[in-house]
């Protein structure tokens, strides 16, 4: 006999339906060759075909002046800016992640503060024996597998920076932003074209694949693999025999003390952990606060945003956003649901059964240092916070809790030991003080941008200078003019 659902079952029911459409949404329209009825300029069907016009591409950056390559990259900063909100837009509708306003915020971003030519500086030693000069060449080709995380800000950041270098570039982008990415190599290719470069000057895959990928790797003409994704890809083009920059996975930490002036603190996390609804590898992950000073912290944050649940709703929230993956070899461990991934906080929270205003951007819980939202990567806004005894034990957690990737780390103190001491220990290629996690990449903050952060292969901020090789010049006994 039929009986009622209880309001439980119907908001499972709910809660997996919201879920396929929302998997369903995503691609949907979405075509990685043409954009409004425009066919892109550089995308192509073969890897091997995108790396033969690359290379001819390479060819002619070689032969042109610096300041024509300057040129070229004024126009890709000058469409990037006139485009950003329409790359926004549809980066957010093909992936289903992220915040129009924030993504556009980023495109603006990487056209003002990526560095170009000026990034290239030669040096030069003279002495009793002449003079050695020491230049910054390109590599040729350079091989750059993307996110889909800042799927358009990376392919036109890499761009800006790989010309500026003088390379060529072809791009494997992350399969899920395939026509994000492919809207940009295009932006790049019309710049070129527009200031009398090279009709296609970078290039990209149709259908980009692992397969097409590992062509890439091991491709005679690929001199240089540039890879910004998780743990996994890094791992790949680590294990290829090419020189390699990797920007992997991070997991930052944020600890609060109680010299913080947590009015602040509580507003620039919450600031920094929903930026585009926590996708950038920067933003703030969990949050180590000072016993004494919890309460007035998440008091802050919940006037900014934040919407608190409690232990047992955030154990429910866990079995929705983590699920099981078996491996090839049949063990089972959690990853991150990718439905779930960049989603607004309101639409994480609708799977818990709870309505919130659109004023609600982050979802925070009391956890122990165990929790999975804790030690997973989330990339969605949900913060949890963990209180701790003293700089001692917070120290020990944090960096516990970055897993050693050595990505990024911030802290809200006005402690300058504990400061250091935390900087010191936990050894991030980005350690951001009293400021939400973006004033890391320049956005707020001093210094140049990037969206590829490479802390395992060490070039660290990235820029032209990276994607560079020195070559050494000698004349013996002669051109020293003193
Ligand atoms: P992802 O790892 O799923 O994919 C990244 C790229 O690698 C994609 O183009 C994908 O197709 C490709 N790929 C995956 N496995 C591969 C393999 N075995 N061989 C070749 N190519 C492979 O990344 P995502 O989910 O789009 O991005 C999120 C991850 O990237 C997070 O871990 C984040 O921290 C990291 N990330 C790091 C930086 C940085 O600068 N360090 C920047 C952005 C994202």
Known sequence: MARNLTEAEIREVV???????????PTASFDSTQYA?????????????????????????RAMSVEKREQLITEIRRLTRAEAHIMAEIGVKET????????????????????????????????????????????????????????????ICNSIGMIAAGNGVVFNPHPNAIA????????????????????????????????????????????LLV??????????????????????????????DDTADIAKAGKDIIDGCTFDNNLPCIAEKEVFAFRNIADELISVM?????????????????????VDKTDKKGNVRKIVNRDCVGRDAKVI????????????????????????????????PILPIVRVNDIDEAIDLAVKAEHGN???????????????????????????KNAPSYAGIGFGGEGHATFTIAGPTGEGITSARSFTRQRRCVMAESFRII
């Open 15 to 25: 809660s997996q339906v919201l879920n396929q459409v929302s998997a369903a949404a």
């Open 37 to 61: 009825g425009k066919k892109f300029v550089g995308v192509f069907d073969d890897m091997n075909d995108a790396i033969a016009a690359a290379q001819v591409a390479y060819k002619a950056v």
């Open 180 to 223: 994000t990415s492919n809207y940009a190599v295009d932006l790049v290719n019309r710049a070129s074209k527009a200031m009398g470069g090279p009709e296609i000057l970078v290039c990209s895959m149709k259908k980009p694949t692992l397969e097409s990928a590992a062509i890439m790797q091991s491709h005679p003409l690929i001199r």
């Open 406 to 432: 050595r990505h990024t780390a911030h802290m809200h103190s006005k402690n300058v030991d504990n400061l250091s001491r935390f900087a010191r220990e936990v050894e991030t290629t980005i350690f951001v």
């Open 349 to 380: 929270l609708s799977k818990l059964g709870i309505t919130v205003s659109d004023d609600i951007r982050c979802i925070i819980c009391e956890t122990d240092f165990n929790h999975p939202f804790v030690q997973e990567e989330l990339m969605m």
């Open 227 to 256: 890879c910004t994704g998780g743990p996994g890809v890094v791992k790949a083009v680590l294990s290829s025999g090419k020189k390699a920059i990797g920007a992997g996975a991070g997991n930052p930490p944020v600890i609060v």
């Open 96 to 155: 289903g992640m992220g915040r129009v306003d924030h993504k556009t915020a980023k495109h603006m971003l990487v056209a003002d503060k990526t560095p170009g030519t000026e990034d290239i500086v030669s040096a030069a030693k003279t002495g009793d024996n002449g003079l050695t000069l020491v230049e910054m060449a390109p590599f040729g080709v350079v091989g750059a597998i993307t996110p889909s995380t800042n799927p358009s800000e990376t392919v």
């Open 302 to 322: 919940l006037k900014n945003g934040a919407y608190m649940i409690d232990s047992a709703q955030a154990a429910k929230l866990a079995d929705i956003v983590l």
